[in-house]
């Protein structure tokens, strides 16, 4: 008979659950619904946690200072415990970077076997699990023998559990960790102004800026300086997240960083492997909608692009609107109208 753990973490503030937490739950709830088999939820926070009313299911927690921030030795040691605690065939885990970091050295302590990047679990009678591979240009489904089961789920691929609030409160069952020597002290987190950010995983837009951008402009002239200030500034006025295809990343290949855009990275590139963005929505402009650049924005709910070229790629059915029009001009109208939101 399996059996289903969820294991979760606090958010940054340690009093409620993380967002990919949460979707991680609703995985779990409609996979044990559709097996029919029991399920626990394990938590990992530094303190008492809000948890979502309503949970049909128990609930298993590991807490105390030690937990407060991401520390292998000690987050490793928090899920082995849950495991142990709960003995189950099936471990869903959200894919976040304090996750990611240790669960394949949990699924080894326990004799386990791990897969990452899942992005659905089906089957009725067994178990499957789809990941992409080849940058997303082949979906694999995966089934596996061998348990414990650890998958570790990728954000945005399902909804977040949203609680009753006429349901009563969710008892919690508090499980002891015996930590290890600690050999690491967090003495604090230096993080960038958030007008300083670039990508932005939980942003509603991901804008994409593709080669065009630096290219000769209509007037003849090469005007990246003033492309650089129409996509930052759109950036900080609209909260976005920024991609770019790799055209333009390569640009500032072997030189320490682009030498065109300077805030621009390998790490902005869209459909590079493993990267798969979930939007809600999406803007490219100066792109031409090229396949690796379009697979890279197939779970991008709603896909709108600017270009002048009014037979480039995009417009072949690749993105729902296209704005045959100056990405220079558009843009800064843009900034403007978001300027004028703003002080109003």
Known sequence: MESVLILTHADETGAALTKPSLEAISAGLELSTRLG?????????????????????????????????????????????????????IVLAPASSRFTRVMAGV???????????????????????????????????????????FLLLDAGTHAAF???????????????VDLPALRTTVTGIETPKQDALTIRPDAKLL???????????????????????LILGFLRASGASLGSSKSLVD?????????????????????????????PKGLAACCHGEEPHVIGWRFIAERRAISLDPNCGWTRGKADVVYIADAFRVMAKVNELLAARSQS
């Not at 949203?162 to 002891?176: G, L, M, N, Q, R």
């Not at 320490?256 to 798969?276: C, D, E, I, R, Y």
Request: net charge positive; with cysteine.
């Open 107 to 149: 699924a080894h302590r326990l004799g386990g076997v791990i897969d990452t990047h899942i992005t659905a679990i089906r089957g009725h009678a067994g178990i499957e699990a789809s990941r992409w591979l080849y940058r997303q240009r082949i979906e694999a489904v995966i089934t596996r023998d061998a348990r414990p089961w």
């Open 251 to 279: 640009q500032g290949e072997g030189q320490g960083g682009n030498s065109v855009l300077p805030f621009l990275t390998h790490m902005n590139q869209v459909g590079q492997t493993g990267a798969t963005p979930r939007h």
């Open 207 to 229: 804008f994409v800026a593709g080669a065009g951008w630096t290219k000769k402009q209509p007037d003849g002239q090469v005007r990246a300086q003033e492309a650089g200030e």
């Open 37 to 89: 088999v029991s399920i626990a939820i394990g938590v990992v926070a530094p303190g008492p946690i809000a948890l979502p009313k309503s949970l049909p299911c128990a609930v298993v927690a590991v807490s105390g200072e030690a937990f407060a921030q991401p520390r292998y030795a000690t987050d490793a040691a928090a899920c082995e415990a849950l495991c142990r605690a709960q003995k189950p065939s």
């Open 162 to 176: 949203t609680a009753d609030p006429s349901a009563p409160a969710v008892t919690i069952e508090k499980i002891h």
